[in-house]
């Protein structure tokens, strides 16, 4: 699963590289993390065409991590579904009408997954508990990762129609089967979309996308990290720097 990633990097470099159309001001104005968390904001891109026109235009929005389906009660539901396995995704009422019609790219700089060693590697107080160690997974190349996402709107029931929050836009981020390289430190990863696959998947027009489910991840790099990232207050450059003395006794070095 992903329930933790990076996203640092400038807004209109994004939308250079991706070829992004407009970028909503409350998502060039988001502050880098390097400690997202579900529910926090997050930068998607979708394609959509504006209201009373027919022009699809690609564009930078912001939404919540965790995807409320139209018919939830209340957004807390979405803590839930910040991740879609991309082998259920029509057997879900929840995730199966945004796959067709509600794809989007959730932008990223790489993401962090835990690897759970065995409880010989504690190292010392004898404790029972599952000793894990951080990763940092990004891409191998210059450039940020793309993760394969899906989006949702929800209102408000409570809210006027003047009120400018009545509407709420969520995402999910689809996973996979783990790749053979990732697959020692998790057994799931998120779906990370080549170049070539963005416009398909972002297109509105195809409503079936579900050759891009098995398409290969570009290359990614993995580095042992310390344990800061697991407390989500904390965050900075720092969460991706190397540990300098990691807990994995053999650590997953791609």
Same mark, same amino acid.
């Given at each position: 699963?992903?329930?933790? !990633?990076?996203? !640092?990097?400038?807004?209109?470099?994004?939308?250079?590289?991706?070829?992004?159309? $407009?970028?909503? /001001?409350?998502?060039?104005?988001?502050?880098?993390?390097?400690?997202?968390?579900?529910?926090?904001?997050?930068?998607?891109?979708? /394609? =959509?065409?504006?209201?009373?026109? $027919?022009?699809?235009? =690609?564009?930078?929005?912001?939404?919540?991590?965790?995807?409320?389906? &139209?018919?939830?009660?209340?957004?807390?539901?979405?803590? =839930?579904?910040?991740?879609?396995? &991309? $082998?259920?995704?029509?057997?879900?009422?929840? !995730?199966?009408?945004? !796959?067709?019609?509600?794809?989007? %790219?959730?932008?990223?700089?790489?993401?962090?997954?835990?690897?759970?060693?065995?409880?010989?590697?504690?190292?010392?107080?004898?404790?029972?508990?599952?000793?894990?160690?951080?990763?940092?997974?990004?891409?191998?190349? &210059?450039?940020?990762?793309?993760?394969?996402? %899906?989006?949702?709107?929800? *209102?408000?029931?409570?809210?006027?129609?003047?009120?400018?929050?009545?509407?709420?836009?969520?995402?999910?981020?689809?996973?996979?089967?783990?790749?053979?390289?990732?697959?020692?430190?998790?057994? =799931?990863?998120?779906?990370?979309?080549?170049?070539?696959?963005?416009?398909?998947?972002?297109?509105?027009?195809? *409503?079936?996308?579900?050759?891009?489910?098995?398409?290969?991840?570009?290359?990614?790099?993995?580095?042992?990290?310390?344990?800061?990232?697991?407390?989500?207050?904390?965050?900075?450059?720092?969460?991706?720097?190397?540990?300098?003395?990691? *807990?994995?006794? $053999?650590?997953?070095?791609?």
């Amino acid at each position: 699963m992903c329930g933790r !990633f990076a996203s !640092f990097s400038e807004s209109q470099d994004l939308a250079d590289e991706r070829a992004i159309a $407009e970028i909503a /001001e409350d998502a060039r104005l988001l502050p880098p993390s390097w400690n997202v968390a579900p529910t926090d904001p997050v930068r998607i891109v979708v /394609e =959509r065409a504006a209201k009373g026109s $027919e022009e699809v235009k =690609r564009s930078m929005r912001l939404a919540r991590w965790g995807l409320v389906p &139209s018919w939830a009660k209340d957004p807390s539901v979405g803590a =839930r579904m910040i991740n879609a396995r &991309s $082998e259920s995704l029509l057997d879900k009422p929840a !995730f199966a009408k945004p !796959f067709a019609a509600r794809r989007c %790219l959730v932008l990223a700089d790489g993401y962090y997954e835990w690897r759970k060693l065995s409880l010989l590697d504690a190292g010392s107080t004898g404790s029972k508990k599952i000793p894990k160690q951080a990763y940092w997974i990004h891409p191998a190349r &210059s450039g940020a990762a793309v993760f394969a996402g %899906l989006y949702e709107f929800w *209102r408000n029931p409570a809210a006027s129609e003047s009120d400018p929050d009545r509407w709420l836009i969520s995402t999910t981020v689809v996973t996979r089967p783990a790749s053979d390289s990732m697959a020692p430190i998790h057994d =799931r990863m998120p779906l990370v979309l080549p170049r070539e696959a963005w416009a398909k998947w972002l297109d509105p027009a195809v *409503r079936d996308a579900s050759d891009l489910l098995q398409v290969d991840a570009p290359p990614l790099a993995t580095l042992p990290v310390g344990d800061a990232v697991g407390t989500v207050q904390n965050d900075g450059p720092s969460l991706i720097e190397a540990d300098p003395e990691p *807990r994995d006794p $053999e650590p997953v070095l791609v």
